[in-house]
Each structure stands twice: as structure tokens, then as C-alpha cells.
């Protein structure tokens, strides 16, 4: 047993194995599998729900699918996040959610660049930008229904403080996921811009010692035509 929990920590591929087989073997109780599937947070077969979805990352074929699972169950746990907006459940069901969200929407933004398919990327880039700022969304929501005026209640300060782990992590995905031709143009007229800082004419002050030499110069005649 030491060894096997050694290589689960060592190689996730273990621990996905080892989920795919207990969720086979829950899989073979009847009933479990569609009461699972239609399971909503904090009911008890929405972690086998979730159990489940690990099979699809166990089974992902290359970088292209397995960033595309990791931003569909990113999309799948923003949908869950909606259905507890006013339910006012307890703080850890709301956090536990949230942060499988950032796990698989971080996870997927790692992945992101090794997609091959432009098109594909830029997709699957524009999605996890918007599941994670609509995350923050629908923490304003259920921060503004659920507490109300118990802002200084600690349910509510926990919801708050997970709301702000979730802006950290749209923070870091919009970087992350951005369009590769948007940050192009933005370095570049950024360079634009340094450029035509150092190549802008700088006012001088007139020569005056040029002015002095052309007034000596108009002297002579003056004194001729004087002579």
C-alpha cells in the first residue's frame, strides 16, 4: 500500500487510474450512474459526478484533447456555480466548486499553447477567458443574494475571499489564454511607441554665437558706406 500511494503522488496517470477503477466498480451499483450524472453540488453522488469526469482526462488523446476536457469541465463547474446563486448553501459547497473550476481552467491554460490547430486554439482560448471572468460574475451574485447586509458574517467573508481567488484566476487566464496575435500587436506598438519617443526632434535654442557672427560680418559694409 506505501508503494502504491508513493507512485500515485509520483504519477497522476496512477491516481486517474485508480479513479477510472472505482468509478467502474460504482458504476456496476444500479441506479448510480444516471442518479450521478444529474447530481448538483453538495448532493451525495456529486462527487462520484465528478469522479466520473475524471475518466474523460484519463482517456484524452494527446495536448489537443486533453486541454479541450479540462475547458469543457472548466464550462461544467461555471454551470454548476450558477445553480447555487441564492440558494444559500454553505460556504465550501460554493469553494469546492469554484476551485475545481480554476483547477481544470489553470490546467487547461498550460496546455493551451501545445494545441496545434490555430483555429481550435483561439477557441478554446476565447471560452476559458470568458468561463473565467463569467466566474466572478456569478460570485457577485451570489455574494450580493446571500449575504445582503451579513457581510461581516464568516459564511459570507469566506464567499468574499473566494471570490477573489476567482478574479486572481481570470487574472492570470486572460494572460494566459490571450490571443497570440493580440499580444504580437501590443509589443509591437509598444516598440512603436519607444521608437518614436527617441526618434522625436528636440527643440534647440537658437546659436547665439552664430547671430554674433553674422552681425560682424554686415559690419563692414556699414563702415564702407559710411567712408
Do not use: W
Not at 487510474?17 to 456529486?46: D, F, H, K, N, S
Not at 466572478?136 to 443574494?145: L, R, S, Y
Not at 458574517?153 to 487574472?171: F, I, K, P, Y
Request: charged content about 25%; some cysteine.
Amino acid at each position: 500500500p506505501g508503494r502504491l500511494a508513493l507512485l500515485s503522488r509520483s504519477d497522476p496517470r496512477v491516481t486517474a487510474l485508480a479513479t477510472t477503477v472505482a468509478v467502474v466498480l460504482l458504476l456496476g451499483v444500479p441506479g448510480i450512474a444516471v442518479g450521478a450524472t444529474a447530481a448538483q453540488p453538495g448532493e451525495p453522488l456529486y462527487t462520484v459526478r465528478r469522479n466520473m469526469e475524471q475518466m474523460r482526462v484519463a482517456f484524452a488523446m494527446g495536448d489537443d484533447d486533453d486541454t479541450e476536457v479540462h475547458v469543457e469541465l472548466a464550462a461544467a463547474r461555471l454551470i454548476d456555480l450558477k445553480t447555487l446563486v441564492g440558494k444559500d448553501v454553505a460556504p465550501d459547497v460554493v469553494t469546492d466548486v469554484s476551485a475545481d473550476l480554476g483547477a481544470h481552467a489553470t490546467t487547461a491554460a498550460a496546455k493551451l499553447p501545445r494545441v496545434e490547430d490555430d483555429g481550435r486554439r483561439s477557441a478554446l482560448g476565447r471560452t476559458l477567458r470568458y468561463v473565467t471572468d463569467e466566474q466572478v460574475t456569478v460570485f457577485d451574485d451570489i455574494v450580493a443574494m446571500d449575504c445582503g447586509d451579513r457581510a461581516a458574517d464568516a459564511d459570507c467573508q469566506a464567499l468574499a475571499q473566494a471570490r477573489v481567488g476567482s478574479l486572481e484566476v481570470a487574472g492570470e487566464i486572460s494572460i494566459a489564454a490571450g490571443e497570440p496575435e493580440t499580444v504580437a500587436q501590443a509589443d509591437k506598438t509598444q516598440s512603436d511607441n519607444n521608437d518614436s519617443v527617441i526618434a522625436e526632434p528636440v527643440d534647440e535654442e537658437p546659436a547665439v554665437d552664430g547671430g554674433e557672427a553674422a552681425v560682424a560680418e554686415d559690419q563692414p559694409e556699414q563702415d564702407d558706406a559710411a567712408g
